[in-house]
């Protein structure tokens, strides 16, 4: 069992003051990573603690924000908020102005940490009122003005409603001194059951709630990723990759997991992924399904462009990954010889070019991972794992163990998490990790539990004899045809999804006398395929639609009759966070699909 810590910061602080000398972080500077040391981060951490209760009023338990993208500055700030027991608030970088708003107003936010000059101009847009959800809130409703603090304030002119990170943090270096008492005092009070920080949900239904997460919560996790014995001495050597926003749990969770194992945490960002990893060739990749479908993409229509032997040996050596891959440990000895050459000539190289060769674990959650995308990886030589939960959960319910993965699962419950399903086949859980519920949302926090104090996940599940569960869709988001059928549709889109061109499938038929689906097409995959055909990248191309249509009546040979999609079309363009259609965890927002393509999926019902 892993070492039991009192709180968030006495754990980060226990392992600076154990572990000196080990790496903190690796952050890219220009072509190579840089390793920063405990011994070089402390010291800044109680500089920004300082510099953070010097900044105004802060009372104690405040909340501070961090709205922007992850790196290791916001990181550092985050650890030394924690340290004084202010309750930390992640915000995505891509929400807009009401958003964000939203979030200060309902969290009574007394500093803001923003990213750069586009994150600055969002607080001063919803400073001067906005209207969120059908509610004005006037410039005079908003809570006290909060110091502001930029973290990169390039191009920004001087002006009196915000203050760099740089010059808080030499304010800070040169009263610490002076603060130390307090500083101590507001640790003094931190108790492992006392809340650390809100994280919103992605708001795909309605207002984003703030899910409350305890210092008890959060190492809860920890504890019980480490009983699932994850992360290796690999692990520890080349570090947990993080690009995933702290807004997103499952980045918060890894952002928390490099101090509380001892592993370096490798920053990284959405755009420049592909080329971190090649870079920094990480221990652990962590990342949302959609990654490693566009990863499996670009492999998949890079070998369909190739011809003759090379192609010849790109699917010999897949085909031989695949065969192992589904053996598992019972390969016969000709499978393995074949497996161990087929590894040499061409996998190795695969996980090379992905930068996924140091990779011990490539672990997949917020959403549900094709099984056709698990194989692919697994045929390359890489374990990757599925895990399942929420925001609620912080964010682990379950996960695959490493020595026995099950394609289609979502694996068996962590060591202290309990699980159920209801009569209507919706998951119940309980365990520590497990949040309260919502801040000033008493009506939902008391509809997420049940009588006996079972959360609600909203899921649809079975648990079969071993433990393995099986997500099968979300119980508000069935459909029910005209003809009173009820048709789950994550299990279609999945399907769907299997050809690299599509980015999303959208299927439809609520209270229709049939099913249809919406498809946003990804734009690399899209000129490739273009490239290939000798088309121009278009959409709307007849070579797309028949493409498009050789996929729908694959996926309509397994379905039920009700089920089958009768027709499709085509979004003009791929679906985005700024488009709407996307969450900022980049999860699809169906009733903003329906709404802002309307008309075209009225032209598939006749209208």
Excluded at 3 to 16: C, G, K, N, T, W
Aim: contains cysteine; charged residues 25%; glycine residues 8%.
């Amino acid at each position: 069992m892993a070492e039991v810590h009192p709180s968030l910061p006495q754990m980060i602080l226990d392992r600076a003051n154990a572990s000196p000398h080990r790496v903190a972080f690796r952050v890219r500077h220009d072509e190579t990573y840089v390793d920063h040391r405990w011994s070089e981060l402390l010291p800044r951490i109680e500089s920004l603690a300082a510099g953070l209760l010097s900044a105004g009023t802060v009372d104690d338990g405040a909340c501070i924000t961090l709205v922007g993208n992850t790196s290791m500055a916001s990181c550092l700030v985050d650890f030394a908020a924690l340290r004084v027991g202010l309750k930390t608030v992640p915000v995505y970088a891509s929400l807009l102005p009401e958003e964000v708003g939203y979030m200060h107003v309902d969290t009574a936010a007394q500093l803001i940490v923003v990213d750069d000059a586009n994150q600055l101009d969002k607080v001063r847009a919803f400073r001067a009122g906005f209207t969120f959800f059908d509610r004005h809130y006037p410039p005079d409703a908003l809570p006290a003005r909060a110091r502001v603090v930029v973290i990169h304030p390039a191009g920004l002119a001087p002006a009196d409603d915000w203050e760099s990170l740089e010059a808080l943090e030499a304010r800070g270096r040169a009263r610490r001194a002076e603060l130390e008492d307090e500083v101590r005092r507001r640790a003094s009070l931190i108790r492992r059951e006392h809340v650390a920080t809100f994280t919103y949900t992605s708001g795909t239904t309605g207002a984003p709630k703030a899910v409350i997460q305890t210092h008890d919560n959060m190492l809860a996790m920890l504890e019980d990723v480490g009983a699932a014995r994850l992360l290796d001495d690999n692990v520890l050597t080349h570090g947990l990759f993080l690009f995933l926003p702290a807004a997103h749990s499952f980045g918060r969770m890894v952002e928390f997991a490099g101090p509380f194992f001892g592993a370096p945490l490798v920053m990284s960002s959405v755009p420049t992924l592909a080329a971190d990893l090649v870079a920094s060739r990480p221990g652990f990749f962590p990342a949302a399904p959609r990654v490693f479908e566009k990863m499996m993409a670009k492999v998949t229509s890079t070998i369909e462009g190739e011809r003759g032997l090379r192609r010849w040996m790109l699917d010999w050596a897949l085909g031989v990954g695949r065969r192992a891959a589904t053996h598992g440990k019972s390969r016969p000895l000709w499978l393995e010889a074949q497996r161990a050459l087929a590894d040499r000539l061409v996998l190795s190289k695969l996980r090379a070019r992905l930068g996924l060769d140091h990779a011990s674990v490539l672990l997949s959650g917020a959403a549900a991972l094709r099984v056709d995308v698990q194989l692919f990886f697994l045929s390359l030589g890489l374990t990757i794992l599925e895990a399942y939960g929420l925001t609620e959960t912080c964010p682990g319910l379950t996960i695959n163990p490493r020595e026995d993965v099950r394609p289609g699962t979502v694996g068996r419950a962590f060591s202290r998490c309990q699980l159920k399903v209801d009569a209507d086949g919706e998951l119940l859980a309980r365990g520590p990790n497990i949040s309260r519920g919502y801040l000033n949302r008493p009506e939902a926090t008391a509809e997420a539990f049940d009588a006996d104090g079972w959360f609600r996940t909203g899921d649809l599940a079975s648990i079969d004899a071993e433990g393995f569960v099986r997500v099968t869709g979300r119980k508000k988001e069935l459909l029910k045809t005209s003809g009173g059928k009820y048709v789950a549709p994550l299990k279609i889109e999945a399907q769907l999804k299997r050809h690299p061109l599509v980015q999303e499938a959208v299927v439809l038929g609520d209270g229709r006398n049939y099913c249809t689906a919406m498809f946003a097409l990804d734009p690399e995959i899209l000129a490739m395929v273009a490239r290939r055909e000798g088309i121009p990248a278009d959409p709307a191309h007849p070579r797309i639609n028949d493409i498009l249509k050789a996929l729908v009546e694959e996926t309509n040979a397994g379905l039920a009759s009700f089920e089958r999609i009768k027709t499709f079309r085509i979004s003009p363009g791929p679906f985005t966070v700024d488009g709407g259609e996307l969450t900022a965890s980049l999860k699809v927002k169906r009733h903003a699909v329906t709404r802002k393509h309307s008309a075209l999926i009225e032209s598939m019902y006749g209208a």
